[in-house]
């Protein structure tokens, strides 16, 4: 029995960590296969994609730990994009990328006061109802574009330092928007653990009724959660315009598909009640890593997506056989009796 339980630790354990043995076998085999992967020109590229997937990842990190999913946002960051861009040239770059972060909050809002208010309490709900939502944003840009694509490196009188240097400014080793991206998760690392809003958006994932019964407003929490995605969204989708100097309308499309893989790759439970936005950065990390490995060894676009595919059934077996080892729910009552949700 002894030698089970020992045997039971270590496959525990290998799961729990299973996307760093994935990351350092990638590291090994690419270095191996392909020199030019250990070059700093690489290492700086790396840093670099440390961009929109990241931003998108974090915010959708404290929506799935709070028991939730969200699909609107292809439709979130190409409304956010086209609106931003469109104001550049109207009231300048700064004022349009504060309107962008406000609006993308605002996106976020709408979804979670849609769902408190028909009363979608579980993932399906929210599943269906987003994608609506994203439907609806996605459609918006392109009314307001006319589903023409916007060309700010060439066609804005305006300067746009701020854009340019999320593109390609360098401060030390790594690019501002990594910077930026470290800033964010050392904030929401904090907020999550240190805070009584953060530990009830674990516990609203957990267990949503016995979260209400220990006092916590459940729909202030999931409006919160999705405003933060909202907010989330548009620094992503900033960092994404600026990326590319010509944008079109649909330029958000299949970010939900690889946030909520790098999410759950991570270790977040897809069912909710467990995560953290330190296992997101390691699921992010193995997304990036695979993106420019496979790049790098010269692989077919195609083909590309079939490797993503797997990575995604990947993560949802890793998330159900971690959720054979035991939930969190159980975790919450004695919680509750120190009053965190209130």
């Not at 009724?209 to 907010?231: D, P």
Request: overall charge positive; proline content about 3%.
């Amino acid at each position: 029995m002894t030698k089970r339980l020992g045997q039971s630790r270590i496959t525990n354990f290998i799961l729990e960590y299973l996307v760093l043995f994935l990351i350092a076998a990638l590291i090994v085999v690419t270095a191996i296969i392909e020199p030019r992967f250990l070059t700093v020109q690489n290492f700086t590229n790396l840093m670099r994609q440390f961009g929109p997937l990241s931003f998108v990842a974090l915010g959708m990190t404290f929506i799935i730990v709070g028991g939730f999913i969200d699909l609107s946002v292809p439709g979130m960051i190409s409304l956010v994009a086209m609106v931003t861009l469109g104001l550049v040239d109207v009231i300048g770059e700064i004022p349009a990328m504060l309107i962008g972060l406000g609006l993308g909050t605002m996106l976020g809002l709408i979804n979670g006061t849609v769902l408190v208010k028909v009363g979608a309490n579980t993932q399906a709900k929210a599943l269906f109802i987003t994608f609506g939502m994203s439907l609806i944003y996605r459609n918006i840009a392109l009314i307001f574009t006319g589903g023409f694509p916007m060309n700010w490196g060439t066609l804005f009188e305006h300067p746009m330092p701020v854009t340019r240097g999320l593109a390609s400014g360098m401060w030390g080793p790594l690019s501002i928007s990594f910077w930026l991206f470290l800033f964010c998760l050392l904030v929401l690392f904090i907020f999550q653990k240190k805070t009584s809003l953060g530990r009830a958006i674990t516990y609203t994932g957990g267990n949503l009724t016995a979260a209400e019964l220990g006092g916590i407003s459940t729909k202030r929490v999931i409006i919160f959660i999705y405003a933060l995605g909202g907010f989330m969204v548009a620094i992503g989708s900033i960092v994404l315009f600026s990326r590319v100097s010509v944008t079109v309308p649909t330029v958000g499309t299949f970010f939900e598909r690889d946030a909520i893989m790098a999410v759950v790759v991570g270790g977040t439970a897809l069912a909710g009640g467990k995560g953290s936005v330190i296992r997101t950065f390691m699921g992010v990390s193995l997304v990036i890593l695979m993106s420019n490995c496979m790049n790098l060894l010269g692989v077919q676009t195609h083909a590309q997506e079939v490797v993503r595919g797997g990575i995604l059934v990947l993560a949802i077996w890793l998330d159900h056989r971690r959720g054979m080892s035991g939930g969190v729910g159980g975790m919450i009552a004695g919680q509750f009796a120190r009053g965190v949700g209130k």
